[in-house]
């Protein structure tokens, strides 16, 4: 199933030319610049937005061809904007209930108390909305959204108007409920952390038009990618978590590429054993050696396979490295490393990973 998306619209100097079929299955970020037309394109998938000749199909429905259109209230589609727009004269319990009630009781999915559990905010539901932060906001925004059991989640930068600690710390319920609300999501954001954590395919857009869409794996795989602007080149891996050894070290993923990691200071909830998790690690944080070295104070050492060799700038290389399970790890060295080992692809080779590196 897809959202299939065809839309012309000019304002000005600005014009919006869409032509695209957008994943449904899990997150699909909607990345660009501001101003590049993402909150225009989520206002006509939602039918907020009604430009003409536009044609919107979500999966064998269609809600938008010539003159049949579906208004917003009949798509099923749950909206979370920038700035929360939960009632203030209710309390968290009735902000939550108000779409639910609403709701035909033969098409609710979801449940108060389990989106309370999703979310963590079961002791927040008496309280009024004017006593919460600007996180608990956000979270009960998610949860009056779920409660309403959409087809489809549309979240206009949802973390944008929080500060860096609140996004720490709504980031983990983002993730879990991306993981367990088995709704697809097309979220916008222009942050390549948000991407990164959250994402399971990506639609790069500028200048009104998406350029190309790709899996995250895809995404991060090349090194021209608008997600490396800031940090540079990274990889994402997936994994469980599994439990601390002596020095306080976690273990995470395969027995084929087994990684320690230490656990993060700045989140509030660690994840628990067995969870599955993504890990973010900086190619510049990884190193290459032919041989496995064992007097040394990085903890993490894995056999990979050396997939792609890309030259970058300022003589510098970014090496595609495949490992044992079959996930892909990143690696950003000098050109001068590269010809004094001789890499080339098919080599095989250790890559070296600081622990410190691997918090997500």
Not at 225 to 238: C, N, R, S, V
Not at 333 to 356: C, D, F, H, M
């Amino acid at each position: 199933m897809s959202l299939r998306i065809r839309a012309q619209l000019q304002r000005g100097a600005f014009n919006l030319l869409i032509d695209t079929a957008l994943p449904t299955d899990g997150v699909t970020a909607l990345f660009g610049r501001s101003g590049c037309g993402k909150t225009t394109l989520l206002r006509i998938i939602a039918g907020l937005e009604r430009v003409r000749d536009a044609h919107v199909e979500f999966g064998d429905l269609c809600w938008q061809q010539d003159s049949h259109f579906v208004p917003t209230s009949a798509r099923r589609i749950g909206l979370v904007f920038q700035e929360h727009s939960l009632l203030p004269h209710l309390s968290v319990k009735e902000n939550l209930l108000y779409g639910y009630n609403r709701t035909p009781a033969e098409l609710r999915r979801l449940h108060l108390e389990e989106v309370m559990q999703m979310l963590a905010i079961d002791s927040l539901q008496q309280q009024r909305i004017d006593q919460l932060s600007g996180g608990e906001r956000q979270r009960i925004s998610l949860g009056r959204a779920l409660l309403t059991s959409p087809q489809l989640l549309l979240l206009d930068e949802p973390l944008s108007a929080l500060d860096t600690q609140t996004k720490r710390e709504i980031m983990p319920f983002l993730s879990r409920l991306a993981l367990q609300a088995q709704v697809p999501i097309i979220l916008i954001t222009h942050s390549p952390d948000e991407v990164q954590r959250l994402a399971n395919h990506v639609a790069f857009m500028a200048a009104g038009q998406i350029t190309t869409v790709e899996t995250l794996e895809q995404a991060l795989a090349r090194p021209d990618t608008p997600l490396f602007q800031d940090e540079g080149a990274a990889a994402i891996l997936a994994g469980q978590l599994g439990p601390a050894n002596e020095h306080g070290l976690r273990a995470f993923g395969s027995d084929q590429s087994r990684l320690w990691l230490q656990s993060p200071g700045n989140v509030t909830e660690l994840p628990e054993c067995g969870q599955s998790i993504r890990v973010r690690i900086l190619a510049r944080d990884v190193s290459v050696a032919l041989d496995d070295p064992q007097r040394i104070s990085m903890q993490n050492h894995l056999f990979v396979t050396i997939e792609h060799m890309h030259t970058i700038a300022d003589q510098r290389v970014v090496l595609s490295l495949r490992l044992a399970d079959g996930q892909l790890l990143l690696s950003e060295i000098t050109n001068w490393s590269a010809r004094r080992l001789e890499l080339s692809p098919g080599q095989q080779v250790y890559a070296l990973i600081k622990s410190v590196a691997l918090i997500s």
